[in-house]
Protein backbone atom coordinates (compact mmCIF):
# COMPACT_ATOMS: atom_id res chain seq x y z
CA UNK A 1 0.00 0.00 0.00
CA UNK A 2 3.08 1.91 1.03
CA UNK A 3 3.46 1.68 -3.07
CA UNK A 4 0.69 3.18 -4.28
CA UNK A 5 0.30 5.80 -2.02
CA UNK A 6 4.08 7.22 -2.62
CA UNK A 7 3.10 6.73 -6.40
CA UNK A 8 0.21 8.79 -6.04
CA UNK A 9 1.93 11.61 -4.17
CA UNK A 10 4.73 11.74 -6.55
CA UNK A 11 2.26 11.64 -9.92
CA UNK A 12 -0.26 14.04 -8.06
CA UNK A 13 2.36 16.71 -7.82
CA UNK A 14 3.31 16.64 -11.60
CA UNK A 15 -0.43 15.71 -12.48
CA UNK A 16 -1.18 19.63 -10.91
CA UNK A 17 1.99 21.13 -12.26
CA UNK A 18 1.42 19.77 -15.57
CA UNK A 19 -2.73 20.66 -15.60
CA UNK A 20 -1.70 24.08 -14.36
CA UNK A 21 1.53 25.21 -16.36
CA UNK A 22 1.50 22.63 -18.70
CA UNK A 23 4.81 21.29 -17.31
CA UNK A 24 6.10 18.28 -15.43
CA UNK A 25 8.68 19.13 -13.01
CA UNK A 26 11.78 16.75 -13.64
CA UNK A 27 12.99 17.14 -9.92
CA UNK A 28 10.02 15.34 -8.48
CA UNK A 29 9.94 12.60 -10.99
CA UNK A 30 13.99 12.26 -10.73
CA UNK A 31 13.37 11.99 -6.82
CA UNK A 32 10.49 9.46 -7.41
CA UNK A 33 12.52 7.26 -9.76
CA UNK A 34 15.05 7.47 -6.36
CA UNK A 35 12.35 6.39 -3.89
CA UNK A 36 11.19 3.19 -6.51
CA UNK A 37 14.59 2.32 -7.01
CA UNK A 38 15.17 2.36 -2.94
CA UNK A 39 12.08 0.35 -2.84
CA UNK A 40 12.98 -2.07 -5.22
CA UNK A 41 16.35 -3.07 -3.75
CA UNK A 42 14.73 -2.98 -0.48
CA UNK A 43 12.21 -5.78 -1.85
CA UNK A 44 9.06 -3.42 -1.31
CA UNK A 45 8.37 -2.67 -4.72
CA UNK A 46 9.46 -5.30 -7.21
CA UNK A 47 11.55 -8.11 -6.79
CA UNK A 48 14.62 -6.33 -6.79
CA UNK A 49 16.14 -7.39 -9.41
CA UNK A 50 18.05 -4.96 -11.52
CA UNK A 51 16.40 -6.78 -14.87
CA UNK A 52 12.78 -6.33 -13.71
CA UNK A 53 13.52 -2.67 -13.07
CA UNK A 54 15.01 -1.79 -16.30
CA UNK A 55 12.38 -3.92 -18.00
CA UNK A 56 9.60 -2.00 -15.83
CA UNK A 57 10.99 1.51 -17.58
CA UNK A 58 10.10 0.09 -20.90
CA UNK A 59 6.46 2.19 -21.33
CA UNK A 60 8.71 5.07 -20.41
CA UNK A 61 11.16 4.35 -23.23
CA UNK A 62 8.77 3.73 -25.81
CA UNK A 63 7.06 7.26 -24.45
CA UNK A 64 10.75 9.15 -25.11
CA UNK A 65 10.58 7.28 -28.56
CA UNK A 66 6.99 8.03 -29.37
CA UNK A 67 8.26 12.13 -28.32
CA UNK A 68 11.33 11.92 -30.61
CA UNK A 69 9.71 10.17 -33.71
CA UNK A 70 6.37 12.77 -33.22
CA UNK A 71 8.13 15.73 -32.67
CA UNK A 72 7.29 16.24 -29.22
CA UNK A 73 3.94 16.39 -29.76
CA UNK A 74 3.81 13.72 -27.10
CA UNK A 75 6.05 15.60 -23.83
CA UNK A 76 9.43 14.11 -23.13
CA UNK A 77 7.68 14.42 -19.88
CA UNK A 78 5.32 11.48 -20.29
CA UNK A 79 7.82 9.58 -20.57
CA UNK A 80 9.87 9.78 -17.43
CA UNK A 81 6.60 9.69 -15.73
CA UNK A 82 5.88 6.54 -17.18
CA UNK A 83 9.10 5.64 -16.18
CA UNK A 84 8.68 6.15 -12.53
CA UNK A 85 5.32 4.54 -12.55
CA UNK A 86 7.08 1.67 -14.02
CA UNK A 87 9.33 1.48 -11.23
CA UNK A 88 7.09 1.87 -8.30
CA UNK A 89 4.11 -0.05 -9.83
CA UNK A 90 6.26 -2.72 -12.31
CA UNK A 91 5.33 -3.20 -15.82
CA UNK A 92 1.99 -4.66 -16.22
CA UNK A 93 0.42 -2.46 -13.76
CA UNK A 94 1.98 0.58 -15.81
CA UNK A 95 0.46 -0.53 -18.90
CA UNK A 96 -2.78 -0.96 -17.35
CA UNK A 97 -2.38 2.76 -15.94
CA UNK A 98 -1.17 3.85 -19.54
CA UNK A 99 -3.95 2.12 -21.13
CA UNK A 100 -6.82 3.48 -18.88
CA UNK A 101 -5.14 6.98 -19.16
CA UNK A 102 -4.85 7.05 -22.59
CA UNK A 103 -8.71 5.71 -22.96
CA UNK A 104 -9.69 8.35 -20.36
CA UNK A 105 -7.64 11.01 -22.69
CA UNK A 106 -9.69 10.02 -26.00
CA UNK A 107 -13.11 10.49 -24.35
CA UNK A 108 -12.13 13.58 -22.34
CA UNK A 109 -10.76 14.78 -26.17
CA UNK A 110 -13.74 13.78 -27.95
CA UNK A 111 -16.22 14.98 -25.63
CA UNK A 112 -14.62 18.80 -25.85
CA UNK A 113 -14.24 19.18 -28.99
CA UNK A 114 -17.99 17.90 -29.53
CA UNK A 115 -18.48 20.85 -27.82
CA UNK A 116 -16.40 22.92 -29.71
CA UNK A 117 -13.91 23.36 -26.21
CA UNK A 118 -10.58 23.08 -28.02
CA UNK A 119 -10.20 22.51 -31.24
CA UNK A 120 -7.60 19.67 -33.19
CA UNK A 121 -4.40 21.93 -32.87
CA UNK A 122 -4.98 22.30 -29.11
CA UNK A 123 -2.81 19.71 -26.19
CA UNK A 124 -4.40 18.44 -23.03
CA UNK A 125 -1.68 17.38 -20.34
CA UNK A 126 -1.60 14.02 -20.04
CA UNK A 127 -0.51 13.84 -16.64
CA UNK A 128 -3.48 13.87 -14.98
CA UNK A 129 -5.38 11.42 -16.95
CA UNK A 130 -1.74 8.80 -15.77
CA UNK A 131 -3.28 9.85 -12.24
CA UNK A 132 -6.85 9.04 -13.18
CA UNK A 133 -5.72 5.14 -14.32
CA UNK A 134 -3.50 4.99 -10.90
CA UNK A 135 -6.59 5.26 -9.59
CA UNK A 136 -8.45 3.28 -11.28
CA UNK A 137 -5.71 0.25 -11.26
CA UNK A 138 -5.47 0.65 -7.56
CA UNK A 139 -9.10 0.00 -7.22
CA UNK A 140 -9.18 -3.15 -9.14
Known sequence: MWVEILTFVFLGICAVSDGVEKKIPLAVVWLGMTAALVLRVAGVAGDGSWRSAVISLMPGMLFWLLSYISGEKVGYGDGWLLAMIGLFMGLWNCFL????????????????????????????????????????????
Do not use: E, M, Q, Y
Not at 101 to 119: D, H, K, P, W
Open 97 to 140: ILITGLLFASFTALALLAVRRITRKDSLPFAPFLLLGLGVSVCL
